[in-house]
């Protein structure tokens, strides 16, 4: 099985310019305020995939990963002046960034940057107001600094030039988890492309940012989205307990931005339904209309001749042209006239087809049914 937390962090083009752009900040001197979500998928993976572009492009560089819930107890100024100087020889007159800088360097100490991470919401607004101070104060040859908080924090003040604050949802944006999704799809067996298509855009619209549970999804539970639908799917992937820690709500996002596991657990049907009618109108809207011209051209001698003798209206007059039929037409004259004889035997297929057009253009979901209903057919044809 394939370790889908390499694909995502190593090749999908939006977390691999992240770790980039982060390595090549330090490579020039810059401390770094990082933004990540709070349900960040592979999230040590990540981490790793960072730390090795850091210690690769960073030229002689000493990265040192501090847990601050459970390694830094006093202030982040305090815990690096313990970590890189003699703390007895400091005196009430000196200045505390030159000391620090002179300690690191009597200490052979060169090139020294601290990753902080875990840092507990109630102490981001401490860590931001030191990286702050220490960016406008700090002397060249003093560490550098990579400040990881979680959530949709605001930053109350102006940040130093030496501070660049990088935002994951700016780096990592839709179009790769559908980059991620598509390359999942295809490595599916045993599943027709237009459903590889529909599975890979429904999970990556209903899913938004979090790859992870894309990728459960897709390989374990690919029978039960084509069968049961994605809301049934996503409930026995709750009920296994890996994402129990993932669906926190982020304060400062709109609805459409939050995780679906949090919709999921508030219930809110009416956003889950969006996420699904967005993803099912993309794919499924284009295979239905390719289902109609070919429905039309193996009928369009008997249609031709129908619409002359028959007259079938429109907003824009009369119809005499096949292809202007829609579904709902077409349906109508399968059923509701005696001169179509020729399309008598397909009246489930019109009466299915309209009633698929007619969810998707009326703000309702297609039911699992109807959709494998539409993508056998394109696959049968």
Same mark, same amino acid.
């Given at each position: 099985m394939r370790d889908w937390s390499e694909i995502w962090t190593r090749i999908i083009n939006g977390p691999v310019k992240f770790s980039e752009k982060i390595a090549e900040l330090l490579? &020039? *001197? =810059?401390?770094? /305020?990082?933004?990540?979500? +709070?349900?960040?998928?592979?999230?040590?993976?990540?981490?790793?995939?960072m730390q090795e572009r850091i210690e690769t492009e960073v030229a002689d560089c000493e990265l040192e990963i501090v847990d601050v819930r459970e390694e830094v107890e006093t202030s982040p100024l305090d815990y690096l002046l313990d970590r890189c100087?003699?703390?007895?020889?400091?005196?009430?007159?000196?200045?505390?960034?030159?000391?620090?800088?002179?300690?690191?360097?009597? &200490? *052979? =100490?060169?090139? /020294?940057?601290?990753?902080? +991470?875990?840092?507990?919401?109630?102490?981001?607004?401490?860590?931001?107001?030191?990286?702050?101070?220490?960016?406008?104060?700090?002397?060249?040859?003093?560490?550098?600094?990579?400040?990881?908080?979680?959530?949709?924090f605001k930053v109350s003040k102006t940040l130093p030039s030496r501070v660049v604050r990088m935002h994951w949802s700016d780096h990592v944006r839709p179009y790769d988890i559908?980059?991620?999704?598509?390359?999942?799809?295809?490595?599916?067996?045993?599943?027709?492309?237009?459903?590889k298509d529909y599975l890979a855009t429904l999970c990556s619209a209903v899913c938004v940012g979090d790859a992870e549970l894309c990728a459960c999804l897709m390989t374990e539970y690919a029978q039960e989205l084509q069968e049961k639908g994605i809301e049934e799917a996503l409930h026995l992937?709750?009920?296994?307990?890996?994402f129990s820690a993932r669906g926190e709500e982020e304060v400062g996002l709109n609805i459409s931005e939050q995780h679906i596991l949090y919709i999921l657990r508030t219930g809110d049907a009416e956003e889950l339904d969006r996420?699904?009618?967005?993803?099912?109108?993309?794919?499924?809207?284009p295979i239905l209309e390719l289902q109609r011209e070919n429905f039309i051209r193996r009928y369009e001698g008997n249609l031709t001749v129908f619409l002359q003798t028959e007259p079938i209206s429109s907003?824009?007059?009369?119809?005499?042209?096949?292809?202007?039929?829609?579904?709902?037409?077409?349906?109508?004259?399968?059923?509701?006239?005696?001169?179509?004889?020729?399309?008598?035997?397909?009246?489930?297929?019109?009466?299915?087809?309209?009633?698929?057009?007619?969810?998707?253009s009326h703000l309702k979901c297609c039911t699992p049914e109807k959709v494998r209903y539409l993508l056998t057919r394109a696959q049968e044809e």
């Open positions: 490579g &020039e *001197g =810059k401390n770094i /305020l990082v933004d990540i979500p +709070k349900n960040l998928c592979w999230r040590e993976e990540m981490r790793n995939a100087t003699v703390r007895t020889k400091l005196r009430h007159t000196m200045n505390v960034y030159e000391f620090l800088r002179d300690g690191c360097l009597e &200490e *052979g =100490k060169r090139n /020294l940057i601290f990753w902080f +991470k875990g840092i507990p919401e109630e102490r981001v607004r401490e860590f931001i107001d030191f990286l702050h101070e220490y960016s406008s104060k700090m002397k060249d040859g003093c560490p550098l600094l990579l400040v990881e908080a979680r959530g949709n559908s980059s991620f999704c598509n390359i999942l799809a295809g490595e599916e067996e045993g599943i027709d492309e237009h459903y992937v709750q009920a296994d307990g890996r996420r699904i009618r967005h993803a099912q109108i993309a794919v499924l809207y907003y824009d007059g009369r119809i005499l042209d096949p292809y202007d039929l829609e579904w709902g037409r077409l349906y109508y004259i399968s059923t509701a006239t005696n001169a179509a004889q020729f399309l008598n035997r397909e009246y489930e297929v019109t009466k299915t087809m309209k009633e698929i057009r007619n969810d998707l």
